[in-house]
């Protein structure tokens, strides 16, 4: 019963944290705007890192069970 909201929150922060860094990465192969307006290293950079922090986070969920 305690473990329904961590399999929870680790599947949202692994599926939002995979979908963010898959689809950062094709944009940067694409050579296309991660962000628009905003510098292409700082928003590849700052998008890829946000990825990274949910993928974390969804591991850290998934360890509390």
Known sequence: ME???AIFAGVVFA???GGLLGWT???V???EPV???VSPVA???LA???AVIALALGTWCFTRL
């Open 3 to 5: 473990s329904g909201p």
């Open 15 to 17: 599926l939002f944290g």
């Open 25 to 27: 990465a094709v944009r």
């Open 29 to 31: 192969r694409q050579r």
């Open 35 to 37: 962000a628009q307006g």
């Open 43 to 45: 928003s590849a950079t």
């Open 48 to 50: 890829a890192l946000v």
